[in-house]
């Protein structure tokens, strides 16, 4: 089992793609059991026995689990022209059974949950006979006791004599799992090291090629103010039907941090949106600064003081195809000095867009740069840069650091803390428990869609935490 | 062969990238006739002849432009959201409709009115008609192509009925011969567009109101809160319900504007053209679908939606001018659609780098 | 009885709905492989020039001349779907735009109108064309005499197509394959699944389809070339999958249902009541439109909804 570590944006994925065959390499060799292999496309790649669980599943929602295992098969029983489902399903199911992969082969994709979804992709893997698995930051979507969970499935596929490369940028967990780890840094690799040798700060210096504090934790009490936002009994359905959110209540006061952590698709990102008028209550209300929201009223939080930093950048915070201009514009080309009657002045959106750019370090060419050419961290920081210009009382913020590199990261979390000590009221949405742990004052657990616990961050434990992210009974 | 998004867009590559593709189409449409057995560069020569160099031929350009400035502008203002109106050919017989029944209810009135009333009346029916896909986009996110679609065949049916199958009032029900071969009421002297001759140049009161709205329509679009919003939904409408916009508010109106402009175009056909309801023309002349081609080539911009209507324009009047036993018909639609391929192909050049490498 | 207005109707829908059923079948292909092709119109009209032409100056038994100008319509709709397939697919050109410029290029006053005028075929009825295959004690028989023994060798062999298309989608694995392609474009690549192959596939075979049922104007319905003689049959097809659900059984249905209000009108013309034919025939559109909202709800687009990928270029490098 080996490890592929580094930092977002250094090329772990990258790298993982070539092998697969979904892009072919500029120069170089891959040499596979001894021989030079060159890959034209992922069917050679497979055909090799290279096989890749993807960050963003490839699984296609509307057919069922074992359609979506045998789909692109051309080998035995896929030689025959015609679909025996009979037979497929049967045999997705020994396999299931086999590397204890619980899943239904007969249930539709999108009836699935993240963690089912990712069996399924382990399933394709294991069906295609893959000698070589790459598993790319397969935890992310996992609570800690799902985490373990996987590992064990990985260690049984090891024991199988299957190579598992496994791409993560965490550091204890590469150390938990891993025999031999790899770390890159800016597209090279810097090391290979042996896990049992590393240390978790040897590791990170490797990754990030300097010294960085690790496991800081919030340790001083911030004054905290009057409440701000507060959610009552707040109800909503998710997409394609069905409850998300659940009778959910929170408070949260001026210059507080209130962490909401849970496995992804537990519907905080549905929470999120629902505060913020994105998504239409089912029932419940939200109230700011004791005053109620309009139900599904976007504009009514903005002017109410609520900035939103959501879950998708590129598509929701910003619009990728307009220039960074115009996205910095996008919450206040409503009034004075943006716009004066329905005319756009376009000298005062130049002149505060390179006071974004200047003020918060984006790196860009200019102000017309189109959104989408920014990497992660510059797309942050003008969405940062625009919430905060509107002078919120409470910001929602939906993994604000999800795909950023550590210096991103950084970055990101000392403009919270910064607006925290102003006196904003901070939602932090994130999959990250260590991300929550090290800035939140209260924790609270969201679980199939309610709030299952809430805790005092200084007297949280990951442990506790994470029986409750998987549902597990408050045991307050 | 790679192909790669470019992260700059050199401005000299959308003059030249046009200009190349016009080109390649003439070579093209050259093939089609040394292939079929006809003299290239005499063919082509007699088209652009008849098309723009010709005595009067500009006018006559002009004429056939002027309703795929209104369809291309109606289709760019729509399609610069992400809606794809493709319902301009109905709205423009809406638009004709409701204008050719204002200009029979006016008569007697004076001129001037009667063009307001005309033009008020046009807009309206095609609004009026383009709010149907628009409601259910809104509100039951129905795809507008479809419906819109849809309502193009509705409507031409209907206008079909209303001269052929019907006493209607749009329909000339005088002397014999109108009840044998039925065609639409003429429309009364006060009804008849002005023009003025400019150097020989004939324009029509349609084609300068076709210039007017492309020229409000630029200032809508890149000067004003409204065209913002626009730019924004159009890029990413979950962008634009974050920061707070009517998204619903907007497909309404943007869909009712671009159904406005287009009904405009049929109360010009009225107005300045034809002077009567003729359902086979108006149906045989495709100004809606063409207008959507317009609208791609021009890439949105309403100035040059102008341009590429009178390009367009001067292709449709040369065949006709042209058409004969020795001119074979069909030659103005091959290199109208060889046009559009070669643009189309085109703008890859324009977004991407194409590489090859292996 | 066969002159009842029911079976009149429904005998003549099935002449009038084979056009359409083979265009909307290689629609369907297309489309689920997620290319969208407005240019149906356009193809069908091209395949009906290249029928009737190769009608006209192949000579020899009816059967086989009839089989080349199938061939030969089959060919000029896949030609005119290879400039869409390679312009949206190779060239990721707006689909919309490309399949509405294929219909100027190929349509009533472009290509197809160029080739029949420049051959001169208008104006001469065909010298072959489809006729009625089973003998006339069979046509004879009640009700089902005319609706199933009275058509044309076209008639059943698209059925045939039917079964096979069918068959296709939901029980080969090439079928699962494209389906995928349709749905989920980088799931079917990372399998190794070739998106770019199977959609240039289907496009062109979908073109093909549309080149027969333009054919089956020009030789059956009509029988003689006329420049636009199928008048909007494509646009109708395009229709009909949607109203179909992107289901090739469906397609069937609805193309007969579309093809009995074409007819109806006229029968009923002929039994003495007279009704506006126009208006009539707007009923199928806007019962699409109905039909189109009702299944508007994301739930019922998950299982009745278009091909999630239709419409969009796919780029496997692109962020």
């Known amino acids: 089992m080996h490890a592929l570590l580094g930092e977002n944006g250094a090329g772990k994925t990258t790298l993982s793609n070539i092998l697969t065959g979904l892009y072919r390499p500029d120069e170089g060799e891959i040499v596979l059991f001894g021989e030079r292999v060159e890959f034209q496309s992922p069917r050679d790649a497979l055909d090799a026995g290279i096989a890749m669980v993807h960050q963003h599943f490839r699984l296609v929602s509307p057919f069922t689990v074992a359609e979506n295992v045998v789909l692109g098969d051309h080998r035995d029983a896929g030689r025959s022209f015609l679909l025996r489902p009979r037979a497929i399903e049967a045999r997705v199911e020994e396999l299931a059974r086999r590397y204890g992969l619980a899943v239904e082969p007969r249930a539709r994709i999108w009836q699935l949950s993240v963690g089912e979804q990712q069996r399924v992709e382990i399933l394709k893997a294991l069906y295609q006979n893959a000698r070589i698995l790459i598993l790319d930051e397969p935890t992310a979507v996992l609570t800690p006791q799902e985490a373990e969970a996987l590992f064990v499935t990985i260690r049984a596929m090891a024991a199988d004599g299957r190579t598992v490369i496994f791409i993560s940028h965490k550091l204890n967990e590469v150390k938990a799992v891993a025999d031999r780890v790899t770390v890159l840094r800016r597209g090279q690799s810097v090391a290979t090291v042996s896990a049992a040798e590393a240390t978790p700060r040897s590791l990170a210096a490797l990754m990030v090629g300097r010294e960085v504090e690790i496991g800081r934790r919030q340790s001083d009490r911030r004054a905290v103010g009057e409440p701000v936002l507060e959610v009552d009994e707040l109800s909503a359905d998710r997409d394609r039907g069905g409850p998300a959110v659940t009778a959910v209540s929170l408070t949260i006061c001026g210059g507080e941090i209130v962490g909401v952590a849970g496995v992804a698709g537990n519907g905080q990102r549905e929470l999120a949106e629902t505060i913020v008028g994105m998504r239409l209550a089912t029932a419940g209300t939200v109230r700011v600064q004791g005053r109620a929201l309009r139900n599904g009223d976007p504009r009514d939080a903005i002017t109410s003081g609520v900035a939103y930093v959501p879950e998708d950048r590129l598509g929701t915070g910003v619009a990728p195809g307009l220039s960074v201009a115009s996205n910095v514009v996008l919450k206040s080309y409503r009034g004075s000095p943006v716009s004066s009657g329905p005319m756009l002045r376009f000298r005062r959106i130049r002149e505060l867009a390179e006071g974004v750019i200047e003020r918060y370090d984006v790196r860009t060419s200019g102000p017309q740069v189109p959104a989408w050419q920014l990497s992660g961290g510059n797309l942050q920081k003008v969405v940062l840069a625009r919430e905060f210009s509107g002078e919120p009382v409470v910001l929602v913020a939906a993994s604000p650091t999800r795909g950023l590199d550590v210096s991103g990261i950084e970055t990101v979390h000392s403009y919270l803390l910064d607006a925290a000590s102003r006196g904003v009221g901070i939602l932090l949405i994130s999959e990250d428990l260590d991300e929550i742990l090290a800035l939140a004052d209260r924790i609270a657990v969201m679980y199939e869609g309610a709030v299952v616990g809430e805790r005092d961050a200084r007297l949280a434990t990951v442990e506790d935490l994470g029986l409750l992210m998987a549902g597990g009974e408050d045991g307050e | ?358 | 009885m066969n002159n009842s207005l029911v079976v009149v109707v429904l005998a003549s829908g099935v002449l009038y709905g084979t056009p359409l059923l083979y265009a909307a079948l290689g629609e369907v292909l297309a489309e689920r492989s997620g290319v969208l092709n407005l240019g149906v119109e356009g193809m069908m009209l091209m395949g009906a020039v290249a029928g009737f032409w190769t009608v006209e100056r192949v000579h020899g038994p009816t059967s086989v001349v009839l089989a080349a100008s199938i061939g030969a319509a089959a060919l000029a709709g896949a030609v005119m779907a290879a400039i869409h397939a390679f312009l949206v697919i190779t060239l990721r050109a707006n689909q919309i735009v490309s399949g509405l410029a294929l219909t100027i290029f190929a349509g009533a006053a472009g290509l197809s109108s160029y080739l029949g005028n420049d051959l001169q075929l208008a104006g001469k009825p065909a010298r072959h064309q489809f006729q009625e295959i089973f003998p006339s004690s069979l046509q004879d028989l009640p009700v089902i005499g005319p609706i199933v023994f009275g058509q044309s060798l076209l008639v059943y062999a698209s059925w045939v197509c039917v079964v096979i298309v069918a068959l296709y989608l939901t029980r080969t694995r090439l079928g699962l394959n494209l389906r995928a392609v349709g749905e989920s474009p980088a799931a079917a690549d990372a399998m190794g699944v070739s998106v770019t192959r199977y959609r240039y596939a289907h496009t062109l075979v979908g073109g093909a389809f549309a080149g027969v049922g333009g054919a089956a104007f020009s030789l059956s319905i009509t029988p003689q070339w006329v420049d636009g003689l199928t008048q909007g049959a494509g646009w109708i097809a395009i229709t009909l999958v949607i109203f179909a659900f992107w289901r090739p059984t469906l397609c069937l249905i609805g193309a007969y249902f579309f093809g009995a209000f074409t007819a109806l009108p006229f029968a009923l013309q002929g039994h003495g009541v007279t009704v506006a034919p126009e208006l009539f025939q707007t009923l199928p559109y806007v019962a699409t439109v109905l039909a189109l909202v009702l299944v508007s709800s994301r739930a019922a687009r998950l299982r009745f909804g278009a091909p999630a990928a239709l419409g969009l270029p796919y780029v496997r490098e692109e962020r």
Not at chain 2, 54 to 64: K, Y
Not at chain 2, 294 to 311: D, H, S, T
Not at chain 2, 348 to 354: G, K, P, S
């Open chain 2, 1 to 358: 062969m790679r192909i790669e998004r470019r992260l700059r867009q050199p401005w000299w590559l959308t003059v030249v990238v046009p200009v190349v593709s016009i080109l390649a189409a003439f070579v093209l449409s050259g093939l089609v006739l040394v292939v079929t057995g006809h003299p290239p560069l005499k063919s082509l020569h007699r088209i652009l002849d008849a098309a723009f160099i010709a005595d009067g031929a500009l006018s006559e350009t002009v004429i056939s432009a002027t309703p795929l400035v209104f369809t291309g502008l109606a289709a760019a203002v729509a399609f610069r959201m992400n809606l794809f109106n493709i319902g301009g050919e109905g709205q423009l017989y809406a638009g004709a409709i409701t204008g050719a029944t204002v200009g029979l209810l006016m008569a007697g009135s004076p001129s001037p009115l009667v063009f307001a009333g005309m033009i008020a009346a046009g807009a309206a029916g095609g609004a009026l008609l383009a709010a149907i896909p628009a409601v259910l986009r809104a509100f039951f996110s129905t795809n507008e192509i479809i419906t819109s679609l849809m309502l193009n065949y509705v409507v031409a049916l209907v206008l079909e009925y209303l001269i052929f199958d019907s006493h209607s009032y749009l329909r000339d029900t005088s002397g014999f011969e109108a009840n044998v071969f039925p065609q639409g009421k003429t429309l009364p002297d006060e009804a008849t567009w002005s023009s003025w001759t400019i150097h020989g140049l004939l324009l029509p009161l349609g084609f300068l109101l076709a210039i007017a709205v492309a020229t409000l329509v630029w200032v809508l679009y890149s000067r004003t809160r409204f065209g913002f919003e626009v730019q924004v939904i159009g890029n990413s409408a979950r962008a634009g319900r974050y920061a707070g916009m009517r998204t619903r508010r907007k497909i309404l109106v943007v869909m009712c504007l671009s159904g406005a402009i287009a009904g405009l175009g049929g109360a010009s056909q009225m107005g300045d053209f034809r002077h009567q309801l003729d359902p086979e023309g108006l149906r045989q002349a495709n100004y809606g679908y063409t207008g959507i081609v317009v609208a791609a080539l021009a890439r949105y911009n309403p100035f040059a939606v102008v341009l590429v209507a009178l390009l367009l324009g001067g292709l449709t009047n040369a065949g006709f001018t042209l058409q004969g036993a020795d001119f074979p018909a069909g030659l103005v639609g091959v290199m109208q659609g060889l046009i559009l391929f070669c643009a189309l192909g085109g703008e890859l050049f324009v977004r991407y780098r194409v590489r090859f490498a292996w």
